[in-house]
């Protein structure tokens, strides 16, 4: 069974002090494994697709990884509008664009 | 480029209700997933839909059911409400092609309370 699993549930962070973010996944045929960022009460704000081991995306202060098992999520000198949930999440072998989500990083900057 | 948008934003309903939430899809997109968000957890797929027709239904009942229009917007439906239905529902367009499922954008979500 297609599962995702985030790691941590929190992280709380000092301004500038960087970090990274665990998405480990199983999938069976795996094609595309999107980040997402999500504020309080709104809906998932699109970040990153990647779709092949080795692939890197960058984007201001992020910078997600990817390998055969798990992506990473690396936040480099953050600042406190950087404070999210973010989301995981894979498109599996189904012929549907079914998007199986982990359970979400909460992360908090303070100044 | 005009984004998704979802309506009603908030919706109080008592347990045996029916109700219908609804999704304009982003332009350009051919397809709309609903996904179902309880607190604290991440979002679960209810179904997709392409060409007016479902395409792939996650682990939810058939009181879950959805239509498409001719448009690409979206409507949700459930019938005889539960407790448990009490969460944020997103709404998801995406441009289904030959290269493959792409990037789905979502809107703002409907908050529904089940009580």
């Known amino acids: 069974e297609d599962q995702v699993t985030q790691s941590p549930e929190a992280l709380r962070l000092q301004e500038g002090e960087s970090s990274s973010l665990n998405c480990s996944y199983t999938v069976s045929g795996l094609r595309g494994l999107f980040w997402y960022r999500q504020d309080p009460g709104k809906g998932p704000e699109f970040l990153f697709t990647?779709?092949?081991a080795g692939e890197e995306k960058e984007k201001e202060r992020l910078k997600a990884t990817l390998t055969k098992k798990e992506s990473f999520l690396h936040i480099t000198a953050p600042k406190p509008e950087d404070s999210a949930t973010y989301l995981c999440a894979v498109h599996g072998s189904s012929n549907t664009g079914k998007l199986i989500f982990g359970q979400g990083t909460t992360l908090q900057v303070k100044p | 480029e005009t984004g998704v948008t979802q309506s009603p934003t908030h919706l109080i309903k008592t347990r045996g209700q029916q109700v219908t939430l609804r999704c304009s899809s982003q332009?350009?997109?051919?397809?709309v997933s609903w996904y179902q968000q309880a607190l604290g957890q991440g979002p679960q797929f209810i179904f997709q839909?392409?060409?007016?027709?479902?395409?792939g239904r996650g682990n939810f009942p058939p009181r879950f059911s959805g239509l498409q229009f001719p448009n690409y917007s979206s409507e949700l439906n459930v019938n005889a409400l539960e407790l448990d239905d009490s969460a944020l529902y997103l709404c998801?367009?995406?441009?289904?092609?030959?290269?493959?499922?792409?990037?789905?954008?979502f809107g703002p979500g409907t908050r529904l309370t089940v009580l």
């Open positions: 839909y392409y060409r007016e027709e479902e395409n």
């Open positions: 332009s350009g997109h051919n397809t």
């Open positions: 990647l779709y092949s």
């Open positions: 998801a367009s995406s441009l289904l092609s030959g290269g493959g499922p792409g990037e789905q954008f």
